[in-house]
């Protein structure tokens, strides 16, 4: 990198440096202010643009499926397409799950795979060829990632392009409404890691989750809407709705029950519910509430495995107008993580009529645990490996959703 000019400390900038570009900021500056211009469609022409002035080329970027198992090339002009990777077993796949750099050595280079993060959710992975990469090189790589990150997620809800990229599959128009409706599937911060996956992703109906951070505090809901198709869709989003309401209304957990209860019966009727898991985390102090509506008990896990269930005392699915709920409350250890489920997860029944039950989740949840893997690829890697476990099969929604607390720190 060429340094900008030297100059006195002083208040023009840091002692050292001058106050023209150097050529780290005028890249960087340069993408960040057209970035905030450029319609969606261009967007891969500005980034190859960038790479290219560090000598990279072969610039490509891939998404995360719905599904979890692929990463899909985002087909933009100015980007190489390449085929989809797959999460498991591909150098992208690597990059995406330990969420760091992977630099390959080939014949005409060194291919640079870097993760694509924004607020701990993963948005995908960049991927530039160079003929040699140097310290400089990393570090400007990893911004630019960053910033290609924080546009996607930025053009995202003006645009279909990037949508119809991650589909690998048809999607039904339930689970059009339900992936519209959810807030990032990740989420990071120092104290706290969040990851949920939907299954069927391509056709879930009645499953979904929201969570808001609003300082210490964390809020968190799962909710799992009867029956199937439109009519599950609209009432998980009518209760997703409501408890958005409560929530940014600051009641408690008791009050927020209440205002779900009363959105879904007085739309559906007394013959329709949503069972909900409605939860609270102080991030500062570890101090976790819950309210269970008719939903399986969460787990908690400490240590890597399954040490019991969160079975407090629970009240009537949200549109049966239960009584006021008692809420629950438990002290976390820094590293315990929550797992909620739906209870597609365990009601599947297996060839010959056995139902999959809780025991045997329990089981693979510390089999997958063990691997000490971060939230995000846990959430994935159970999910994927629950599905095997039950033939493939999955005739209900059977989602889930991992908490982690880290600690106060």
Not at 86 to 105: H, K, L, T
Not at 152 to 169: N, P, V, W
Request: net charge negative; charged share 25%.
């Amino acid at each position: 990198m060429r340094p900008g000019r030297r100059s006195a400390p002083g208040r023009h900038g840091p002692p050292g440096w001058g106050r023209s570009e150097g050529f780290g900021e005028e890249l960087l500056g340069a993408l960040l202010d057209q970035g905030h211009e450029v319609p969606p469609h261009l967007l891969g022409v500005l980034v190859a643009e960038a790479v290219g002035r560090l000598g990279g080329r072969e610039t490509s970027v891939f998404l995360l499926d719905y599904g979890q198992v692929w990463l899909v090339p985002l087909p933009l002009a100015g980007l190489t397409a390449g085929d989809p990777q797959p999460i498991e077993d591909s150098d992208a796949g690597r990059a995406f799950q330990a969420v760091r750099r992977v630099e390959v050595p080939r014949t005409d280079g060194v291919r640079v795979y870097l993760p694509l993060q924004d607020g701990g959710d993963q948005v995908g992975i960049m991927a530039v060829t160079l003929d040699r990469v140097v310290e400089d090189d990393r570090r400007l790589l990893r911004r630019i990632a960053a910033l290609v990150a924080d546009m996607l997620m930025a053009k995202h809800g003006y645009t279909d392009l990037f949508f119809r990229a991650r589909r690998s599959e048809p999607m039904s128009v339930a689970a059009e409404i339900q992936w519209s409706l959810l807030p990032p599937l990740a989420m990071s911060t120092p104290r706290i890691s969040l990851a949920g996956v939907l299954e069927p992703a391509y056709d879930v109906a009645g499953d979904s989750f929201d969570y808001a951070l609003n300082g210490d505090l964390l809020h968190v809901t799962m909710v799992d809407a009867m029956g199937h198709g439109l009519d599950a869709a609209t009432m998980a989003t009518v209760a997703i709705g409501a408890y958005r309401h409560a929530r940014r209304i600051s009641v408690g957990l008791a009050e927020i029950y209440a205002f779900m209860d009363r959105a879904v019966a007085e739309q559906f009727g007394p013959d329709h519910f949503v069972t909900a898991q409605m939860m609270r985390l102080d991030t500062a102090t570890g101090r976790f509430q819950w309210v269970n509506a008719g939903h399986p008990a969460p787990l908690l896990i400490r240590g890597h495995r399954v040490v019991r269930r969160l079975s407090g005392p629970t009240t009537l699915p949200v549109g049966f107008g239960g009584r006021e709920p008692l809420v629950s409350e438990l002290d976390l250890d820094p590293g315990d993580r929550i797992m909620c489920f739906t209870d597609g997860l365990v009601e599947e029944h297996l060839a010959g009529g056995v139902e999959f039950g809780e025991e045997q989740l329990i089981r693979w949840v510390d089999r997958v645990e063990r691997t000490a893997q971060q939230v995000p690829a846990v959430a994935r890697s159970l999910s994927h490996a629950l599905r095997l476990a039950r033939g493939g099969i999955t005739t209900d929604d059977a989602s889930l959703l991992l908490l982690e607390w880290r600690g106060p720190r």
